[in-house]
C-alpha cells in the first residue's frame, strides 16, 4: 500500500515539528499543532482555541495535550510512518521488527487518543456541571422571587379584602341613608298637605309645621356636606392624571425608562376599560378625593361656609298669635244677641281709647251696643295709604314756549369698525388634535400677517415642521382650559416645563 504524504509543518508557525519543543500535539478536533505555538499563542486560561475550526480544547497544560504520533520523527533525523497495512515497502526491515514497531506505534495512537478522550470527557463534565449549576441558580432566583411575590400577592388580597368590607359598609350606609331621605321626603309630604289645609287663623298649627320643617332642615345639613363631596369627587373623575417616576432604581435607568409617564384618565367604567384599569382609577378617584377634603383649605371654607348659612338664614315666622286672639274675640262680640242689629248711623261721643295716625276716625258698633256691653273696647281705624297727588297741570302750546329749553350734551360717536371675516387671501393652519382614544378633530387657525409677520412665520415653519424634527407634529397639550387657553409646544424636556 502506497503511503500518503505527511504535512510534518506546524500549521501555526510553518516549522517542522521534532521530539522537543516542536512536539506535534492534537487538540479535540483533531488538529495538529507545535507545543511551542500552544504555549506561546494559544494557550489561555486552561483553554485552547484551535485556529483551524476555532473549537475550544479545554486542558490542564499543553504537555497534558496528547501527542500525534503520525508526526513524530526518528532520533536520526528520519521520520516515522505508521500503516495498517501488512506489507512493508522497506526491505531492510524484517517481519518481526516491523510487527513490533507496528504494536508499538498501534499503542501509542490508542493511548493518545484516550487520553484526548479522557480530557475531552472531563471537559464536557465540566461544561455540565458548569450547566447544572447555572440552572439551580437561575431556580433558586426564582423561588425567591416566586416567595416575595406570593407575599405581596396575599397583601394584596388582604388589602382587597379591607377595600371590599369598606365598600360594602359604604353601600349598607348609603342605603340606610336612603331610607332616612325617604322618611324625611314623606314628613315634608305631609308638611305640605297639612300647609295646604291649614286655617291662616290657626297660628299654633302652622308653628307646628314650621317647627317640624326647622327639624328636618337640621337633619338635612350633614347632606350639604355630602352632596359637595359628591361634586368634589365628580370633578377629581372627570380629570386626567400624569403618573411618572421621582426616585428610580438603578435598572430604569439602564434602560431609560426613568422618564416614562403615564396619562390615566380617571373618568373610566367597566363596559369599555379593563377591570384592573378601573379598580386603579377607582382607588385614585377616592385617594384625591380623601386628601382634597381633608386637608384642602378651599374646600374647608366651603364647608364652613355652608354650616354657617344653615344657621344665619333660616326664616323667622312672624308671631301673629296676639292679632288671632283679637280678631277672634272680636267676632265672638259681634255675633253676641245683644250686637246683632247694632245701630250704624250712631256717632261715637266719647273719646275713643286707641286710635292711629289720623284724625279721621270711625267706631265699631252704636251707643246701644256700647252700653250692652260695656267690656268692649272701642276701636278707632286708619286708612292705610299713599297720599294722593294733585294732578299734573297740562301746559299749553304758549306756555311751553315760554318755558326754557334744557338742551342735551352733544356726543360724538365713533363708529366702530368693521368686524374681521376671515379672507382666502390669508394664510391658514390647522392642528389634528387628539384627546385620549377619541376621534381627533381638527382645528383652525387664521394668520394675520399683516400684524404679525414674524410670528406668523415662526408658527408656519413649526407647523410644517423644522429641518432639525422640532415642530408641532406629534407634541403634546400640558394643558387646556375650555374656551379660554391651551399649552403646549415644549420641545426641550416634553413635559410643560
Same mark, same amino acid.
Given at each position: 500500500m502506497a503511503e500518503e504524504p505527511v504535512d510534518d509543518k506546524c500549521p501555526s508557525c510553518f516549522e517542522h515539528f521534532n521530539n522537543k519543543e516542536r512536539a506535534p500535539k492534537m487538540l479535540e478536533c483533531y488538529h495538529t499543532y507545535c507545543m511551542h505555538c500552544l504555549n506561546e499563542y494559544m494557550f489561555q486560561s486552561g483553554n485552547i482555541t484551535c485556529l483551524s475550526c476555532s473549537k475550544v480544547t479545554v486542558a490542564v497544560s499543553v504537555s497534558s495535550i496528547p501527542d500525534n504520533p503520525y508526526?513524530?520523527?526518528? =532520533?536520526?533525523?528520519?521520520?516515522?510512518?505508521?500503516?495498517?497495512?501488512?506489507?512493508?515497502?522497506?526491505?531492510?526491515?524484517?517481519?518481526? *521488527?516491523?510487527?513490533?514497531?507496528?504494536?508499538?506505534? *498501534?499503542?501509542?495512537? +490508542?493511548?493518545?487518543?484516550?487520553?484526548? +478522550?479522557?480530557?475531552?470527557?472531563?471537559?464536557? +463534565?465540566?461544561?455540565? &456541571?458548569?450547566?447544572?449549576?447555572?440552572?439551580? &441558580?437561575?431556580?433558586?432566583?426564582? !423561588?425567591?422571587? =416566586?416567595?416575595?411575590?406570593?407575599?405581596?400577592?396575599?397583601?394584596?388580597?388582604?388589602?382587597?379584602?379591607?377595600?371590599?368590607?369598606?365598600?360594602?359598609?359604604?353601600?349598607?350606609?348609603?342605603?340606610?341613608?336612603?331610607?332616612?331621605? /325617604?322618611?324625611?321626603?314623606?314628613?315634608?309630604?305631609?308638611?305640605?298637605? %297639612?300647609?295646604?289645609?291649614? %286655617?291662616?287663623?290657626?297660628?299654633?298649627?302652622? !308653628?307646628?309645621?314650621?317647627?317640624?320643617?326647622?327639624? /328636618?332642615?337640621?337633619?338635612?345639613?350633614?347632606?350639604?356636606?355630602? /352632596?359637595?363631596?359628591?361634586?368634589?369627587? $365628580?370633578?377629581? &373623575?372627570?380629570?386626567? +392624571? !400624569?403618573? *411618572?417616576? %421621582? !426616585?428610580?432604581?438603578?435598572?430604569? =435607568?439602564?434602560?431609560?425608562?426613568?422618564?416614562?409617564? $403615564?396619562?390615566?384618565?380617571?373618568?373610566?367604567?367597566?363596559?369599555?376599560?379593563?377591570?384592573?384599569?378601573?379598580?386603579?382609577?377607582?382607588?385614585? =378617584?377616592?385617594?384625591?378625593?380623601?386628601?382634597?377634603?381633608?386637608?384642602?383649605?378651599?374646600?374647608?371654607?366651603?364647608?364652613?361656609?355652608?354650616?354657617?348659612?344653615?344657621? @344665619?338664614?333660616?326664616? @323667622?315666622?312672624?308671631d301673629t298669635s296676639e292679632y288671632i286672639d283679637y280678631v277672634k274675640s272680636y267676632d265672638s262680640t259681634c255675633t253676641s244677641p245683644a250686637s246683632s242689629q247694632p245701630d250704624r248711623s250712631a256717632k261715637s261721643e266719647s273719646t275713643p281709647r286707641s286710635t292711629v295716625g289720623s284724625d279721621t276716625r270711625s267706631v265699631l258698633g252704636s251707643d246701644t251696643s256700647r252700653s250692652s256691653t260695656p267690656a268692649q273696647e272701642e276701636v278707632e281705624w286708619k286708612v292705610v295709604g299713599k297720599d294722593k297727588k294733585e294732578p299734573k297741570k297740562i301746559l299749553s302750546f304758549s306756555e311751553m314756549a315760554k318755558k326754557p329749553g334744557n338742551p342735551q350734551p352733544i356726543i360724538k360717536r365713533i363708529p366702530f369698525p368693521e368686524k374681521t371675516v376671515a379672507q382666502t387671501n390669508r394664510p391658514h393652519c390647522y392642528f389634528k388634535v387628539q384627546v385620549d382614544n377619541e376621534t381627533p378633530f381638527r382645528v383652525v387657525f387664521e394668520m394675520r400677517p399683516d400684524m404679525a409677520p414674524k410670528m406668523v412665520d415662526n408658527f408656519t415653519k413649526l407647523c410644517t415642521g423644522l429641518k432639525d424634527g422640532r415642530g408641532y407634529k406629534g407634541s403634546k397639550i400640558f394643558r387646556a382650559k375650555a374656551n379660554d387657553h391651551i399649552l403646549g409646544g415644549d420641545f426641550e424636556n416634553d413635559d410643560g416645563t
Open positions: 508526526k513524530l520523527h526518528s =532520533g536520526n533525523g528520519e521520520e516515522v510512518y505508521y500503516s495498517d497495512s501488512d506489507d512493508d515497502d522497506n526491505g531492510s526491515v524484517t517481519s518481526s *521488527n516491523k510487527a513490533e514497531n507496528l504494536t508499538n506505534g *498501534n499503542h501509542d495512537h +490508542v493511548q493518545g487518543v484516550k487520553d484526548m +478522550v479522557l480530557n475531552t470527557q472531563k471537559a464536557n +463534565v465540566s461544561k455540565i &456541571r458548569q450547566l447544572i449549576e447555572l440552572n439551580l &441558580r437561575k431556580i433558586k432566583a426564582s !423561588k425567591n422571587l =416566586g416567595s416575595a411575590r406570593e407575599m405581596r400577592i396575599k397583601e394584596s388580597l388582604q388589602a382587597l379584602t379591607d377595600f371590599r368590607s369598606r365598600l360594602e359598609e359604604e353601600y349598607k350606609g348609603l342605603n340606610n341613608e336612603n331610607n332616612k331621605l /325617604i322618611a324625611l321626603e314623606t314628613k315634608l309630604s305631609r308638611a305640605l298637605n %297639612d300647609l295646604n289645609k291649614v %286655617d291662616l287663623m290657626d297660628y299654633e298649627k302652622l !308653628k307646628s309645621v314650621y317647627d317640624d320643617c326647622l327639624l /328636618i332642615r337640621t337633619q338635612l345639613t350633614p347632606e350639604n356636606e355630602k /352632596i359637595k363631596k359628591s361634586e368634589l369627587e $365628580i370633578a377629581v &373623575r372627570q380629570s386626567s +392624571v !400624569k403618573i *411618572n417616576f %421621582d !426616585k428610580t432604581n438603578q435598572m430604569l =435607568g439602564d434602560i431609560k425608562a426613568d422618564t416614562d409617564t $403615564i396619562f390615566m384618565k380617571l373618568n373610566s367604567t367597566l363596559q369599555h376599560d379593563p377591570s384592573m384599569v378601573f379598580l386603579t382609577t377607582f382607588m385614585l =378617584g377616592k385617594i384625591f378625593t380623601d386628601k382634597i377634603a381633608s386637608c384642602n383649605v378651599g374646600f374647608e371654607e366651603i364647608i364652613k361656609n355652608i354650616y354657617q348659612e344653615e344657621n @344665619t338664614s333660616a326664616p @323667622t315666622l312672624e
